[in-house]
């Protein structure tokens, strides 16, 4: 990789961290007020409009808070669905920054001559995210390459943004305390402070290029390791379309897209213990053949063989209707003080989500003409929690909802009509923890993670 002699230089600055701080409790004292004020006032008002403007500065703002709502609406009614709805769009399509910015920024990675290592380099942004925006390029050699470039003082960013939402979660839970959200985040903090190393998800990639090496209908990018850095990926451009274009598609094309996700999340889930926690439209697109291409590899959770295991015992514990099992399965995981009634609200929330994997039929992901995947049971789910006295999820557990919430969504806008229990029966019919581990071990030490 490139020397990144910046990289510590514009790193946890006390100046960004302050500057950021105003910012974003700008943004911050106003989604506290109108998610309060929405709750004890019976949600009076335009909420649409409120959520439509929320999602307008936190947009504007960019950086990690972005991520981080993205991730809370997918824990049962943790924010207002009018403001799920509404920032579940930001990531895709934040603001991008400009010319000027950007030749500054490349400058700084891989020096003043920067222009001399490229054919060409787009002027204009091919797609703007939370922590930073990617060009189209042509290198020397006439490959097509895609520059994640991220923005200035991203270190400083995050830590005021993450301290800000320690703030909003502590608010949240002094009014509804259905959700203890200190594990959560925790977990948000470490996965956000790992995506700001590119070097890293350059790491991350290799290890989905060996975990995903016999799955023909996913393709991943490789990396320019000459024209990368810690704030700079660079890597091989995938064409392809966002999945909307193929909700209209006929019945087998979207199948074999939904058959292809299918794989590409769970293959590394089941067989090495990695989960890609952030399925949302920006990291993905559709080539013409159906198959998939995995654009991001910030996101990535690595889990101990035990909490695979555990997944699948509570599967079986579901399809026996063994409650000693199911138990087992969540202390597994890290839940605890399991009193009966928290278990039954725990049962109630996986048996939605194994529903489909639990059917030996050909069927759609959800049964419920509810457009938003999840929502009907998920507030069923957070009534309960509120009168029980709520619940603390254990930070393994964030990523791993995230991920299935999300995939279900893909799969609930394409209208598959999969047999989810084969698909998920021929992932896990020679699992052993043992074997995981072992293959884990090896596949993380190749790439240096």
């Known amino acids: 990789m490139a020397d990144e002699k910046q990289y510590s230089s514009e790193g946890n600055r006390l100046s960004g961290r302050v500057k950021r701080y105003a910012q974003v409790s700008t943004a911050v004292g106003s ?29 504007g703002l960019k950086g990690p808070m972005m991520k981080v709502a993205q991730i ?10 009018e403001y799920a709805q509404e920032l579940a769009h930001l990531q895709a399509n934040a603001p991008q920054m400009g010319w000027p910015f950007v030749k500054r920024r490349m400058a700084n990675e891989l020096g003043p001559d920067w222009q001399s290592r490229f054919s060409s ?22 490959r097509q390459l895609a520059c994640k470039l991220q923005y200035p003082e991203m270190a400083s960013v995050v830590e005021a943004d993450l301290r800000q939402l320690r703030m909003i979660l502590a608010l949240y839970r002094g009014y509804d305390r259905s959700i203890d959200g200190s594990e959560v985040h925790a977990e948000l903090s470490d996965r956000l402070r790992e995506e700001l190393d590119y070097l890293r998800e350059a790491r991350h990639l ?23 850095t810690h704030r700079l990926l660079t890597m091989d451009w995938l064409d392809g379309e966002r999945i909307t274009n193929f909700v209209d598609a006929s019945l087998e094309a979207r199948n074999a897209v939904a058959y292809n996700m299918f794989r590409a999340w769970y293959v590394p889930f089941y067989f090495y213990g990695v989960i890609h926690g952030d399925p949302h439209l920006g990291n993905y697109t559709v080539r013409p053949d159906f198959g998939v291409n995995l654009l991001d590899f910030g996101c990535i959770r690595v889990f101990p063989p035990s909490f695979v295991s555990g997944v699948i015992d509570l599967y079986n514990a579901l399809d026996r209707n063994d409650r000693e099992l199911a138990v087992h399965a969540y202390q ?8 009966k009634e928290l278990i039954d609200v725990l049962n109630m929330w996986a048996g ?11 069927r759609r992901i959800q049964d419920s003409e509810d457009g938003v995947y999840g929502r009907e049971i998920a507030e069923k789910v957070h009534a309960e ?14 990523l791993m909802d995230r991920a299935a919430i999300g995939l279900g969504s893909v799969f609930l806008r394409l ?13 896990i019919r020679d699992f052993n923890a043992n074997d995981l581990a072992q293959r884990q071990s090896e596949a993380l030490q190749k790439v240096g993670l």
Do not use: C
Request: net charge negative; charged share 25%.
């Open 31 to 59: 989604l506290a007020a109108r998610m309060a004020g929405d709750k004890m006032l019976g949600r009076e008002g335009n909420i649409e409009k409120k959520a439509a403007d929320l999602k307008v500065a936190l947009g």
């Open 385 to 398: 929690l509120r009168r029980i006295g709520g619940v603390k999820p254990p930070r393994e557990f964030v």
């Open 352 to 362: 939605f989500l194994y529903g489909p994997l639990l059917e030996d039929k050909t």
């Open 121 to 142: 380099f787009e002027h204009d942004a091919a797609a703007a995210a939370s922590l930073g925006q990617v060009h189209r390029a042509q290198a020397l050699d006439g």
């Open 332 to 339: 597994t995981w890290g839940f605890g003080n399991l009193s």
């Open 72 to 81: 809370l609406s997918t824990i049962p009614d943790a924010l207002p669905r």
């Open 206 to 228: 290799a290890l989905y290029a060996t975990m995903l090496a016999e799955e023909k209908g996913v393709h991943l990018p490789g990396v320019d390791s000459d024209l990368s």
């Open 415 to 427: 209208k598959a009509e999969i047999n989810w229990h084969n698909l998920f029966h021929d992932l």
